[in-house]
Structure formats: structure tokens, C-alpha cells
């Protein structure tokens, strides 16, 4: 007697093929809704002033600030925190991680949140809102900012790790503003000026204007532009606009 065998798909293969049809087409509609919400997020280029650092020269200041890391003695038998200060400096810690991967550098990875700016001006006031990462105790960190405006959520962050037990903690920032209440601060070579923790590395000193790009913003406009450039006022009008209309 001949069996005949069962025709069509068992419910394994049936679920199987529905999950392959199913994830890229998720794939797509979530791409699809990110890439909406950052066009939402873009500044006109008209609406933007001069390149302050291009996308090139970027490359070049990441590279050289993870050798600078690399090749500290501070870190030859201590494994640091590298801490980045979202959501400004998430492009240039990224960044900066694929570069230490490649010289083999070892560091455990961290995230804090603070808010301190509401607009082009800093509010004076800093709230740390959140952090995740490793217990923080008796370790060595590494503060990854994008930009150093002035000493007010430097130093909010810096005693707040002070009172989490840290034992020694020092700044990695992109930028440096040269504006005169930071004059001082560069003059004694940035290094624990009246109580600031120590800015160990600096990629580039820059004058005081305000800046977008590569993770900067103003009101959460502008980040998604690949150069730093300049804000002009017309540029933060058409910003405001758009921010009231949210």
C-alpha cells in the first residue's frame, strides 16, 4: 500500500516564511519613519553660515585624540570608563571607539544624560537625569563631550561621579570655545583649574559661536549634519518656527 504523502507546508515552514516576508518589511517602515524624523530634524543649508570643521578634518581630529588616549600612561594597567555625555557627543564617542578598537585600547563603555541647555544660551542649571554603564566606584573615567561652552555642566557631572566614588576622571572633549570665562581655564594648560576636572584632550579650540552639526543642535535641529557649522540668527529663527509648530 503506497502512503501518500501530505501536501502543502507544515506550520514550522509556514512560520518561517511569514517571519522572512515579515522582518523587511518592518525593516523598511522602521528605516523609513527614522529617516522622516531626521529629515524633520534638518536645518535648510541656506539657513546655515561657514564650515567651521568639515567632515574630512573630523576623521583627522577623532584619529589623533584616540592615539593621544592610547598612548597615555595612565592607562597602561587600568581599564577606564569612556563616558559619553548624550546626546550632543554620540557621534564623535562612536567615533571615537571604532578608532581605540583599532589600536586594541581597552575601556568599558558609559552614558550619562544631563540638560543644561534650553536654546543658543546655557540655563545655568544642570540636571544629571540618567546614567548607564558599570558601577562606578574606585574606577578611572574618561568624560567624552562634544563641546566645552562654559564650566557649568562639567562641573555638575564631575561631582556627581566625585560622589559615585570615582577615583580620577579627566575630559575628552571635541571642541573648546574660547570665550573669556574660559581663558583662564586654558592658561593653566586646562589642567584642574580652580576645581574643574582636567581636560586631557582636545581636538580643536574654536571661537565663540554657536554651532550644529555632527551631533550638535539647537533645539534637536541640525544634528544630522556631517560638518560643524555655524547657526546664523536667521537660521535659529526658522529653528524657533519649526519648534513652535511641533
Avoid at 210 to 237: A, E, H, M, S
Amino acid at each position: 500500500m503506497q502512503i501518500k504523502k501530505k501536501e502543502g507546508l507544515s506550520s514550522y515552514k509556514k512560520r518561517w516564511i511569514f517571519l522572512k516576508t515579515i522582518i523587511p518589511i518592518a525593516v523598511i517602515i522602521q528605516e523609513g519613519y527614522f529617516n522622516k524624523i531626521n529629515a524633520m530634524k534638518s536645518i535648510p543649508d541656506h539657513m546655515l553660515g561657514e564650515i567651521i570643521v568639515d567632515q574630512d578634518k573630523i576623521g583627522l581630529i577623532v584619529n589623533r585624540v584616540a592615539k593621544n588616549i592610547y598612548y597615555s600612561r595612565d592607562y597602561i594597567d587600568n581599564v577606564p570608563i569612556l563616558l559619553c555625555l548624550r546626546e550632543g557627543a554620540v557621534p564623535f564617542f562612536n567615533d571615537l571607539k571604532r578608532e581605540l578598537d583599532l589600536l586594541h585600547f581597552a575601556y568599558d563603555s558609559a552614558e550619562i544624560s544631563a540638560k543644561s541647555y534650553k536654546g543658543t544660551k546655557s540655563s545655568g542649571t544642570v540636571e544629571i537625569t540618567s546614567y548607564s554603564g558599570p558601577p562606578l566606584q574606585n574606577r578611572s573615567v574618561i568624560i567624552v563631550e562634544d563641546v566645552i561652552d562654559s564650566s557649568t555642566t562639567i562641573i555638575a557631572i564631575f561631582k556627581y561621579l566625585a560622589s559615585m566614588g570615582v577615583c580620577h576622571q579627566n575630559i575628552c572633549t571635541l571642541l573648546f570655545k574660547e570665550k573669556p570665562e574660559n581663558s583662564e581655564w586654558r592658561k593653566t594648560g586646562l589642567d584642574d583649574f580652580n576645581g574643574y576636572p582636567e581636560i586631557r584632550y582636545v581636538g580643536i579650540f574654536i571661537s565663540d559661536q554657536f554651532i550644529v552639526g555632527y551631533g550638535l543642535d539647537y533645539r534637536n535641529f541640525g544634528r544630522d549634519c556631517k560638518d560643524i557649522r555655524v547657526l546664523t540668527p536667521q537660521g535659529q529663527v526658522w529653528v524657533d518656527a519649526q519648534f513652535k509648530n511641533q
